[in-house]
């Protein structure tokens, strides 16, 4: 997958768009930050899972999915490759970012 595709796989996304805050670009659902482009050294995302959806997909995908360091480890941000991963798991991870920040009453209306 290449960042591009990435962020049209992401912003396709309901009520999704693209922001921006101080260190960098961001794409948020509602004005919420759930993933970041992947504009990274490498290709790399940021994507907002929870502890134990991190630890799940680190497992599963060690060679695509890695846990930040510094003060976003304890909060579930994620590393994400691109290049190596294909547009089904992109989608089903961008999906869980999504679900974690989106309002209750949007994530009723798109259920898993």
Same mark, same amino acid.
């Given at each position: ?11 396709a @996304? ?15 659902? &509602?004005?919420?930050?759930? =993933?970041? *482009? ?12 929870? @502890? ?8 599963? $995908? *060690?060679? &695509?999915?890695? *846990?930040?360091?510094?003060?976003? =480890? ?7 490759? &691109?290049?190596?991963?294909? $547009? ?5 991870? @961008?999906w869980?970012?999504?679900?974690? &920040?989106?309002? *209750?009453?949007? =994530?009723? =209306?798109?259920?898993?």
């Amino acid at each position: 997958m290449t960042p591009d595709s990435f962020l049209a796989v992401a912003l396709a @996304l309901p009520e999704t768009s693209l922001g921006h805050h101080q260190s960098g670009a961001d794409i948020r659902v &509602v004005g919420k930050i759930f =993933a970041s *482009p992947a504009d990274r050294p490498g290709g790399t995302a940021v994507i907002k899972l929870t @502890l134990d959806q991190r630890e799940l997909l680190c497992a599963a $995908e *060690p060679t &695509v999915f890695h *846990p930040v360091e510094g003060m976003g =480890a304890s909060r579930g941000w994620t590393r994400m490759v &691109v290049a190596n991963t294909d $547009e089904a798991t992109a989608l089903s991870a @961008l999906w869980m970012a999504w679900r974690n &920040v989106a309002p *209750p009453r949007l =994530a009723r =209306a798109h259920p898993t």
